[in-house]
Nanobody, 114 residues
Framework: QEQLVESGGGVVQPGGSLTLSCAASGGTFSISVMAWYRQAPGKQREQVARITPGGVPTYAEFLRGRFTVSRDNAKNTLYLQMTNLRIEDTAVYYC????????WGQGTQVTVSS
């Protein structure tokens, strides 16, 4: 059974950095397109980045180069490096296996406040 567990969230000041991790189990990670989503209170969930099994990334245009998605298939782990964080980046961040049988992690809270 595929499971995804996010970690690395926390509270940071504007302009700070965080790296999120998503540990996968179940044996399908290395062949799956993976993605990061976020959802702020009162807003729709939005995709921030995705990455192919071979490591080719795609980013939401609003990020403007501030985030980097990567993966280590040998470790079954997905990463999201976030820099120059803004207050509007505050949200719960989720990792997801993009497949016909989608799997979501439980989310990790990122709070950017001054």
């Amino acid at each position: 059974q595929e499971q995804l567990v996010e970690s690395g969230g926390g509270v940071v000041q504007p302009g700070g950095s965080l790296t999120l991790s998503c540990a996968a189990s179940g044996g399908t990670f290395s062949i799956s397109v993976m993605a990061w989503y976020r959802q702020a209170p009162g807003k729709q969930r939005e995709q921030v980045a995705r990455i192919t099994p071979g490591g080719v990334p795609t980013y939401a245009e609003f990020l403007r180069g501030r985030f980097t998605v990567s993966r280590d298939n040998a470790k079954n782990t997905l990463y999201l490096q976030m820099t120059n964080l803004r207050i509007e980046d505050t949200a719960v961040y989720y990792c997801k296996r993009e497949s016909i049988s989608a799997v979501w992690g439980q989310g990790t809270q990122v709070t950017v406040s001054s």
